[in-house]
């Protein structure tokens, strides 16, 4: 299949992949380009921002949570010849599970999907030592992938006199270069990046930087890298049922049959991470998504048959989610009730029974009770601990996640999963085992048992389909239940 396509990778964080990856996407756009765009690695906000640019959802292809052919089908489904894709790399090119491994980087990603490379390097302060920088990089390039170099934070004057000296000295070419822009940029947090919905003008600072950065780049050399990338070859478009999940007997049939099964999904402020192919996989396993939001309605939405609540910000609406008490009591009657339901990370922490928006450390425990008393939220309570600030990461990066006694995955088998959190609960759960693949340490954790799945981790499905059949297969058990009769 024939994909026009460049990803845009950097040396480190923080070199400014993001707005240049949105304002590529703007320019892209506007010349008419059926353009999707795809994020590296586990993050979720980064993908906000380019569906804000793009008006569709941005896909993550991760490395580490499916193997190199299950990635290539992902970013291959449901793409047509012709079409232009843009990846946004994750922190350093080479930088994966461990900081020390290939898998789950940036440039494992461009060589599974053989994806040419764009590497936009942050020049400021630096002289000739650029050169050396991007002289490093070409070296690791095994596979000879990069095929231009972005200067960022560089001024014209300065490009001018170090464009044809890379050219000359390292035969990469240079795209162009973007002045450092102290007018405009991406605010951030303890989870990464405000979302885009925060910022009130948002649409006009990518649109501005758009503007900007066609002035600065050669437009022309980016869309030739893009089609000169090598077609990719779809092993499985023979049998695009692999494709579409192992949809198994007992879902099949009960579709056969006309039936649906409607699954709730928070989102709003408050809830908003999700993978894209998670929630796709839970359609093609025959279930209706039924989208909500736990700030704002009232109730669950109607005939619903289960809860996905995934993570997001609840800590930053805690006093809005506590004052909505007839959602929190729809969700916890509907949880009593035995509603199948997955909560990863701010969705596990809304069904606590409170949440505290103050770090519990031993040396800032003076007047505890009254700031305890001052920070603390009333959530749904439909479990008895309470979520509280560490005011540290408590657990970050890659798990895979196998259950003690067999649920919602088959015996022995895993999911692959990501954890990044700041709060940590009284309950955690250990139902699961948690293992760091990069150091083999392991760790209790997760509620698993019955129709529940309840938890820190951020579970990626397509790494065992399994669990979004199990869940779909639970709310179908619970849709018959609840009408009394075999469907």
């Known amino acids: 299949m024939k994909i026009n396509r460049f990803m845009i990778a950097a040396p480190k964080s923080g070199s400014g992949k993001t707005m240049i990856t949105c304002a590529l996407l703007q320019l892209l756009k506007d010349s008419g380009k059926n353009v999707l765009s795809y994020k590296c690695g586990p993050d979720y906000i980064d993908p906000m921002f380019h569906k804000k640019v793009l008006g569709v959802p941005s896909k993550n292809l991760d490395t580490f949570f499916t193997d190199e052919k299950t990635t290539v089908q992902l970013f ?19 930088d994966g599970l461990g900081g020390i491994y290939e898998q789950g980087s940036s440039y494992h990603l461009a060589k599974v999907t053989q994806t040419p490379i764009i590497l936009v390097v942050d020049a400021k302060g630096m002289g000739k030592s650029v050169l050396a920088l991007i002289a490093g990089f070409l070296q690791y390039d095994t596979q000879h992938l990069i095929k231009g170099v972005l200067l960022n934070r560089m001024s014209k004057g300065y490009y001018d006199i170090i464009k044809p000296l890379i050219e000359k000295e390292l035969s990469v070419k240079v795209v162009g270069y973007f002045p450092e822009q102290k007018d405009i940029g991406l605010s951030s947090r303890h989870l990464g990046l405000v979302m885009p919905d925060e910022l009130s003008d948002i649409k006009k600072q990518l649109n501005e930087t758009a503007d900007r950065l066609k002035k600065t780049i050669d437009m022309d050399l980016f869309i030739d890298i893009a089609e000169a990338a090598d077609e990719i070859c779809d092993s499985e478009n023979a049998d695009k049922d692999k494709r579409q999940t192992l949809k198994n007997a007992e879902i099949m049939r009960l579709q056969d049959q006309n039936n649906t099964v409607n699954i709730a999904v928070a989102m709003d402020e408050a809830f908003c991470f999700y993978y894209e192919d998670n929630l796709r996989m839970l359609e093609k396993c025959g279930a209706q998504l039924q989208y909500f939001s736990p700030l704002h309605d009232t109730s669950l939405p109607e005939d619903c048959d289960a809860m996905l609540l995934g993570g997001g910000y609840p800590e930053l609406y805690a006093k809005e989610l506590s004052e909505n008490v007839s959602m929190l009591n729809a969700i916890k009657k509907a949880f009593r009730a035995g509603m199948p339901t997955v909560a990863e990370c701010g969705g596990f922490m809304y069904l606590h029974t409170y949440i505290r928006n103050i770090c519990d450390d031993n040396d800032e425990k003076n007047n505890a009770d009254t700031q305890n008393n001052m920070n603390k939220s009333k ?24 259950e003690k006694h067999s649920n919602f995955l088959p015996p022995n088998e895993k999911i692959k999963a990501h954890e990044f959190h700041y709060y940590d609960s009284t309950d955690n759960g250990a139902d699961c085992i948690a293992t760091k693949p990069a150091t083999g340490r392991s760790y209790d954790c997760v509620i698993s048992h019955d129709n529940y799945w309840l938890g820190f981790p951020h579970l990626y499905y397509p790494s065992n389909p399994h669990f979004a059949e199990s869940l779909v297969r639970k709310a179908y058990e619970y849709r018959r239940n609840k009408n009394g009769k075999l469907l």
Request: with cysteine; glycine share 16%.
């Open 379 to 402: 959530l749904v309570g439909a479990l008895d601990g309470v979520c509280h600030f560490k005011g540290k990461l408590v657990r970050f990066g890659y798990i895979e996640l196998a």
């Open 76 to 94: 291959l489904d449901e793409r047509t010849d012709g079409d232009f894709a843009v990846l946004e790399g994750v922190m350093g090119l080479y």
